[in-house]
């Protein structure tokens, strides 16, 4: 595997960061998880644009443009032959020292890893995921605001270490005021009749690009679609739940808290949308050439 480090593509062995970058040492920096299905890269555009919001957010300059890093992407997609695969897109701070100040640190690193994932078992696309509420709160949006993807995922990983010795893959996590945030690596929807709901940005959601695109097919499906506070009578009154990410993509859940979610199997609307998000995403995005 060639590994995009700084401009150059190096194989895997040489693809070494120091010890003192701070995106090892404090978890500072910023990264995306893109897909590339049927060779073209989905969302490139907007994925790119995600980053340099996060990092902006974190004061970090990227020492690339925009074209520059979609470039990055598509040249170590094509270097790997990553034609329906996954991708990591990481910058981080830079080499520094042991203090925390990132003003101190050389250049921000930037590294594209292009691979594969499986996130989840098929079985579970076909049956549903089961997911419990846990008691670790999402970031409060004024200590790291969970729009910023940044490097440090302890949040989120404490949740899935809760959802994990619960029995369950994924959890929900709720904000400080107690209302529903997201997944710890997914968005989460609420159907109910014909309306679709998922909470806004400002209740501690990252701004999902699969969310995004899945609002989209859904309102030119004809359904009404709202961004809105959710509680967990909101999940647990639902017809449907389902979870949205670039790795999930669409995966329907059929139990929160061991509670059956409407009739206890994938929902109509659920299904509808999974299968009109993978038209959508195998026949959209930037060539691999
Ligand atoms: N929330 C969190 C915390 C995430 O890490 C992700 C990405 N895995 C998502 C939501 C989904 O975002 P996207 O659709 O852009 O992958």
Known sequence: MKIYLNGKLVPEKDAKVSVFDHGLLYGDGVFEGIRSYNGRVFMLEEHVERLFRSAKAIDLKIPLTREGVAKAVVRTCLANRVMNGYIRLIVTRGVGSLGLNPYNCAKPQVIVIAGTIQLYPKKL?????????????????????????????????????????????????????????????????????????????????????????????????????????????????????????????????????????????????????AAAFHRFASSSGTPIK
């Open 125 to 273: 696309y076909d049956e549903g995921l089961s997911i419990v509420t846990v008691g670790t709160i999402r970031n409060h949006t004024e200590s790291i605001n969970p729009q910023i993807k940044s490097l440090n995922y302890l949040n989120n990983v404490l949740a899935k270490i809760e959802a994990i010795n619960s029995g369950c893959l994924e959890a929900v996590m709720l904000n400080p005021q107690g209302f529903v945030a997201e997944a710890t690596g997914d968005n989460i929807f609420v159907v109910r009749g014909n309306t679709l709901v998922t909470p806004p940005a400002w209740c501690g959601t990252l701004e999902g690009i699969t969310r995004n695109v899945v609002m989209k097919l859904a309102a030119e499906s004809g359904m009404t679609v709202r961004e809105d506070v959710l509680t967990r009578y909101e999940l647990y009154t639902a017809d449907e739940v389902f979870l949205t990410g670039t790795a999930a993509e669409v995966i329907p859940v059929v139990t929160i808290d061991r509670r059956s979610i409407g009739i206890g199997k994938p929902g109509k609307a659920t299904r509808k949308l």
